[in-house]
C-alpha cells in the first residue's frame, strides 16, 4: 500500500505567475483534501474532492482551484501568486463518502515560495 | 467561532517522562478529533482521534481524553521518547459539516531532553 505523495516538493515561484501542485492518494482512497500551512500555523482547509467534483471550500479565493482526475489523483492550481501565498501545501486522502468522518492522511507537502 | 486552541506553545519534558499536551476548541458542535504529529520538512502524521460520543481512547503509548463539558482535548504520551519531538496539533470536525474540512489549532512543540 502506498501512501500520499506529492509533487514537486518544493517550489520557486514570482509574484502573478501561477502554479501547479500534485498529489496521488492512498492506494484504494476516493477523497482528496488540500490545506494550506503557512509558517508556525496549523494547516488550513482550502477544499476538498470527491468522486472528482469539489465537495466543500474554506475561505480562499477563486484563484486557488483544484481537479481531481479518475484515479483519485489530484491537482491545486494557483493563478496571480502573491507573496502571501508562501507555504506548505498539504494533500490528504481519505476513503469513503465525504462527509463521514474517514481519517485523512497527509502527504509530504510541496513548499511554495513566491518572491 | 472555528478556532482551536492549545494551551501552550512548547512542552520540554525529559525522556522516558510522560507528555501531556493540551487543546481547547470552542465549537460544541464538534464530534469528531484527531490528532497529528509533524516532524520538520513532513506532512501531518495521524496518531489516533476520538468521537464525540467517546470519553477516552488508548493506542500504543497514547491516551486522547475528550471532555466535552469544557470543551477540552488532551493528548498523553506514555514513556515520552527523542523520537516524539515534534509538532503536535489537535483537529476537530463540525457534526453539521458535510465535508471533511479539518480545523487545526497552532500547534505545540514537544521537546524531549535525553
Known amino acids: 500500500e502506498t501512501g500520499v505523495t506529492q509533487s514537486p516538493t518544493h517550489l520557486i515561484k514570482t509574484r502573478g505567475q501561477q502554479v501547479t501542485l500534485r498529489c496521488s492518494s492512498q492506494s484504494g482512497h476516493n477523497t482528496v483534501s488540500w490545506y494550506q500551512q503557512a509558517l508556525g500555523q496549523g494547516p488550513q482547509f482550502i477544499f476538498q474532492y470527491y468522486r472528482e467534483e469539489e465537495n466543500g471550500r474554506g475561505n480562499f479565493p477563486p484563484r486557488f482551484s483544484g481537479l481531481q482526475f479518475p484515479n483519485y489523483s489530484s491537482e491545486l492550481n494557483v493563478n496571480a501568486l502573491e507573496l502571501d501565498d508562501s507555504a506548505l501545501y498539504l494533500c490528504?486522502?481519505?476513503?469513503?463518502?465525504?462527509?463521514?468522518?474517514?481519517?485523512?492522511?497527509f502527504g509530504p507537502g510541496t513548499r511554495l515560495l513566491v518572491l | 467561532g472555528e478556532s482551536v486552541g492549545l494551551h501552550l506553545p512548547t512542552l520540554s519534558v525529559q525522556e522516558g517522562d510522560n507528555s501531556i499536551i493540551n487543546c481547547a476548541y470552542s465549537?460544541?458542535?464538534?464530534?469528531?478529533f484527531i490528532w497529528y504529529k509533524q516532524e520538520s520538512g513532513k506532512g501531518p502524521q495521524f496518531i489516533i482521534d476520538i468521537r464525540s460520543n467517546m470519553d477516552k481512547r488508548q493506542g500504543q503509548r497514547v491516551t486522547v481524553l475528550l471532555n466535552k463539558t469544557v470543551k477540552h482535548l488532551s493528548l498523553q504520551i506514555a514513556a515520552t521518547q527523542p523520537g516524539d519531538s515534534a509538532v503536535y496539533f489537535c483537529?476537530?470536525?463540525?457534526?453539521?459539516?458535510?465535508?471533511?474540512?479539518?480545523?487545526f489549532g497552532q500547534g505545540t512543540t514537544l521537546q524531549v531532553k535525553p
Open positions: 490528504a486522502s481519505s476513503l469513503g463518502l465525504a462527509g463521514v468522518r474517514e481519517t485523512q492522511y
Open positions: 465549537n460544541s458542535a464538534s464530534d469528531y
Open positions: 483537529a476537530e470536525r463540525h457534526g453539521s459539516s458535510n465535508t471533511g474540512k479539518l480545523i
